[in-house]
């Protein structure tokens, strides 16, 4: 079992930042991605950006520039900086880790956090 905390959301004025942190807990011995999603009213969830547990990076293309991924893998923690932010970026943000292997080497797929409410708004 795997549970993911997220944390830093919140109310924030158009062009103002963010910093979102996600922690993973559990018998965890790696992780092979760690990543974020989003789910704006009315829509789809979509992803936002992920990484690697060796650096490696993925980002929505309207995302590049203002976003920015990173991770610390010995404290199992993924972060999302996000700058210049539009009101269009008002969404519940989900972490998400794929592939994590327990101490007991077992394999666990898709894991999923509560989500954490951004709200971008004068």
């Known amino acids: 079992q795997v549970q993911l905390v997220e944390s830093g959301g919140g109310l924030v004025q158009p062009g103002g930042s963010l910093r979102l942190s996600c922690a993973a807990s559990?018998?965890?011995?790696?992780?092979?991605?760690m990543g974020w999603y989003r789910q704006r009213p009315g829509k789809q969830r979509e992803l936002v950006a992920a990484?690697?547990?060796?650096?490696?990076?993925n980002y929505a293309d309207s995302l590049k520039g203002r976003f920015t991924i990173s991770r610390d893998n010995a404290k199992n923690t993924v972060y999302l900086q996000m700058n210049s932010l539009k009101p269009e970026d008002t969404a519940v943000y989900y972490c998400?880790?794929?592939?994590?292997?327990?101490?007991?080497?077992?394999?666990?797929?898709?894991?999923w956090g509560q989500g954490t409410q951004v709200t971008v708004s004068s």
């Open positions: 998400n880790a794929d592939r994590v292997v327990t101490t007991a080497l077992k394999s666990i797929y898709n894991s």
């Open positions: 990484i690697t547990s060796s650096g490696g990076t």
């Open positions: 559990g018998n965890i011995f790696s992780i092979y991605v």
